[in-house]
C-alpha cells in the first residue's frame, strides 16, 4: 500500500509551489516527491537494481531534466552517485572495484544496495523533505562488503517561481582501507556526483561560478558550482553546487555536452584514500530550474543554498583568468593557464605589446601548450619511465604537472608570476619532482615583450631526464608552439645560421623564429650563461614550433634533494628578426 507523509509550506509565496502541500509518496522501488499532487522528483532504490538513482528530475513546470539507463551508456541513471575505481585493501595495487558501471558476475564490479537492516526514514519538517536511507557497497562475486553509506535528500521549496533546489547528503564508511580513484585514461574523473540530461538538452552549454562557459571553459575546473541550460524548447537547466565543508572544495568538474554530462568529482584527479572506520561526508546541491542560463541567478540560488546548509569553512573567490592577465594599454599580452584540466601548466595567449598573438592554445597537437616547460620521459631509480610529454598513455606511467600555488605582483611595470608545481604521475601518488617557478613579464619599448622564465626544481627522489629517443636533437625542455599564420617561417641563430638544417642541434646563445606575413611578428629563445650546458641546442619545426633542451643531446641525472636551476628568456617581436636588435635584448638580459 501506497503511503503519503504530509505537511504545509511554511513560506507564502506567488510561486508555483506557493501554499503547496508537500507530500513523500513510497511507491514499491523508492519514492517520490510532490507538490499538490504535482512530481517534482521519484528515487528508485531496490536489491533488484546495480545502484539508486532519481528520475524523473522536474522543473517547476513539469519538464524533466534526466535521463536514465539510454542505449550508449546504460549505466547513466538520471541523477546518480557512484565511484569507478576503488582499489581495497587485500588486493593487487592495480585491482580496482567498479560501482560507476554495471555488470553482473564480474570480479571487478559491485553493487549499491539498500541495506537490509536499515529502514528509509521520510518526513516533511517545516518546508523542507527528506529523504533518508542506508546502503551498502558490496563485490558482486563475492558480497564483500566495502562500506556503509548514510544518504539524504532534502527537497527545498522556491523562493521565486523559477527553480527550486535539492541538497544530497553523502557519508559513507569503509570496512577496509580503500582508495577512491581517477577514472583510468581521462584528463578528468567522471566518477561522483553526476547528471545526465534529457535527450532533448543535448549540445547544450555550460557556465560556472568563475566566469567559464561552454565545455572548454568548465571542463575540469576547480568551481563551486556548475550550470547547464539545453538548446532547445522547453527551455530549462540544471547546476549542480559544490559545499565549502566538502574536501577538496572547490571540486574539479567532468563536463560534456555531446550528450549532456555533468559530475562533481573528488578524485577529479587523483586518487582520495579513506581509512577502515573513517568517514566520507560530501555535501551536494542541485538547483533545477526553468529559463535560459543566467549566471547572476545561480549565484544567487547557490547564496541561498548556503543558507538552507550552513558551512563551518569559509568560501574561496571566485578565480578569474582575466585576474592574472598581464595588459598593456588595455589588451591582453601575457596570462598563464594552470588549469587543473590540463597536465601541465602553460602560458596563453603571449603577445606583443600591440597585441599581435604568437601562441596557439588550440593546436591539433593537443600536448603542445602554447608557451609550456616540460621533460619528456622521467626514469626513476628503479628503472621506471613517467612520460610528462605525451599526454594519452596509462596514469600510471603518464605525468603531470600540478600547479599548488600561482601568485600575481607588480615589479615597477613589470608583471611577476611566483608559482609551486609538483610532478609525479597522473593517477596520484607521491611526487618526485618538487618545482618553484618565476615568470617576469615586461615590455621593451613598443616593439618587444620579454618574458623570463626562472624554474628551480628538486629532485625528490635519485632520477634522470631522459633525451628524446627518435630525433637527433630532443625537444623536451621549454617550447612554444606559434599560430597557423606562423608556419612556414624564417628561423635564425646568434651565430647566424639560418634554416632549420643551420639552426637545429647547434649551440647557440639565443634562436628565433619569425614570419613575414602581416603582421610580422617573431619569438627569440634565450638561453642563460648560468644554465648547465650552456649554450644549448634548439629543435625548429616549420609547423610554427621552437624550443630549447638541457637534454638535447644527452641525458641529465639528478641526485634526490639536488635542485635543477635554469633561467630562459622569451622575447616576442614585432617585424623581422633582426639580430643586432635581439642579440641587444640578449645581452641586456643576461647581465
Not at 549565484?299 to 548556503?306: E, G, I, K, M, S
Not at 606575413?517 to 650552456?534: K, Q
Request: proline share 7%.
Amino acid at each position: 500500500m501506497t503511503r503519503l507523509i504530509a505537511g504545509m509550506m511554511a513560506l507564502g509565496l506567488s510561486a508555483s509551489l506557493a501554499h503547496a502541500e508537500l507530500t513523500v509518496e513510497e511507491a514499491e522501488t523508492g519514492w517520490s516527491v510532490l507538490a499538490d499532487g504535482k512530481l517534482l522528483c521519484a528515487s528508485t532504490s531496490d536489491e533488484q537494481f546495480p545502484k539508486p538513482w532519481f528520475d524523473p528530475v522536474n522543473t517547476l513546470a513539469g519538464h524533466n531534466l534526466v535521463l536514465s539507463s539510454p542505449p550508449d551508456h546504460p549505466h547513466h541513471r538520471g541523477l546518480m552517485f557512484a565511484w569507478g575505481n576503488v582499489g581495497i585493501e587485500g588486493e593487487a595495487d592495480d585491482y580496482h572495484l567498479i560501482f560507476w558501471g554495471e555488470a553482473e558476475g564480474d570480479h571487478h564490479h559491485g553493487k549499491i544496495l539498500p541495506d537490509p537492516d536499515g529502514e528509509p526514514r521520510v518526513w516533511v519538517e517545516a518546508d523542507t523533505a527528506h529523504i533518508e536511507a542506508d546502503y551498502i557497497w558490496t563485490r558482486n562475486t563475492d558480497d564483500l562488503l566495502i562500506l556503509r553509506e548514510r544518504r539524504e535528500l532534502r527537497i527545498h521549496p522556491s523562493t521565486d517561481g523559477r527553480g527550486y533546489l535539492l541538497t544530497w547528503i553523502t557519508e559513507q564508511t569503509p570496512e577496509m582501507n580503500i582508495r577512491i580513484g581517477p577514472t583510468p585514461g581521462r584528463d578528468v574523473s567522471y566518477y561522483g556526483f553526476g547528471i545526465r540530461s534529457a535527450p532533448d538538452m543535448d549540445l547544450g552549454m555550460f557556465e560556472n561560478s568563475n566566469g567559464g562557459r561552454d565545455v572548454t571553459g568548465c571542463h575540469g575546473d576547480l568551481a563551486e558550482w556548475v550550470a547547464y541550460v539545453g538548446p532547445n524548447e522547453p527551455v530549462r537547466g540544471f547546476a549542480m553546487f559544490d559545499h565549502p565543508d566538502n574536501p577538496r572544495y572547490p571540486t574539479g568538474w567532468f563536463a560534456m555536452n555531446a550528450f549532456g554530462y555533468l559530475t562533481a568529482a573528488l578524485p577529479a584527479y587523483e586518487e582520495y584514500p579513506l581509512a577502515k572506520g573513517d568517514t566520507l561526508k560530501l555535501t551536494y546541491g542541485v538547483l533545477a530550474f526553468d529559463g535560459a542560463m543566467d549566471a547572476g541567478y545561480v549565484d544567487d540560488q547557490y547564496d541561498a543554498w548556503l543558507k538552507l546548509v550552513p558551512a563551518e569553512n569559509e568560501r574561496v573567490a571566485p578565480r578569474s583568468a582575466d585576474a592574472l592577465a598581464t595588459s598593456r594599454d588595455g589588451r591582453v599580452i601575457f596570462a598563464p593557464d594552470a588549469s587543473p584540466a590540463k597536465m601541465k601548466p602553460s602560458y596563453h595567449p603571449v603577445t606583443t605589446p600591440s597585441g599581435f598573438v604568437v601562441t596557439d592554445g588550440r593546436n591539433a597537437q593537443p600536448h603542445h601548450h602554447a608557451l609550456w616547460l616540460t621533460w619528456g620521459k622521467v626514469e626513476l631509480a628503479g628503472g621506471e619511465r613517467v612520460d610528462f610529454w605525451a599526454e594519452n598513455g596509462a596514469p600510471g606511467a603518464t605525468g603531470r604537472i600540478v600547479t599548488e600555488t600561482l601568485d600575481l605582483t607588480q615589479d615597477g611595470d613589470a608583471s611577476v608570476y611566483d608559482s609551486t608545481h609538483l610532478w609525479r604521475r597522473a593517477a596520484g601518488e607521491e611526487p618526485f619532482i618538487r618545482e618553484e617557478r618565476n615568470v617576469r613579464v615586461e615590455t621593451v619599448g613598443d616593439r618587444a615583450t620579454l618574458i623570463t622564465i626562472a624554474t628551480d626544481q628538486t629532485a625528490l627522489e635519485d632520477l634522470t631526464l631522459l633525451k628524446e629517443g627518435n630525433e637527433a636533437v630532443s625537444y623536451f625542455g621549454l617550447d612554444i608552439q606559434m599560430p597557423p599564420d606562423m608556419h612556414n617561417g624564417l628561423m635564425l641563430n646568434s651565430n647566424g645560421s639560418t634554416g632549420r638544417a643551420g639552426v637545429e642541434g647547434e649551440p647557440a646563445t639565443w634562436c628565433a623564429y619569425s614570419t613575414t606575413v602581416t603582421p610580422a611578428r617573431g619569438v627569440a629563445i634565450l638561453d642563460h650563461p648560468s644554465n648547465p650546458r650552456h649554450p644549448n641546442t634548439y629543435f625548429t619545426l616549420p609547423t610554427g614550433f621552437l624550443g630549447t633542451s638541457l637534454v638535447a643531446l644527452e641525458d641529465y641525472s639528478l641526485e634526490a634533494g639536488e635542485t635543477l636551476s635554469l633561467t630562459y628568456g622569451v622575447l616576442v617581436f614585432e617585424g623581422d628578426a633582426e639580430p643586432k636588435f635581439i642579440s641587444k635584448q640578449y645581452r641586456r638580459w643576461a647581465r
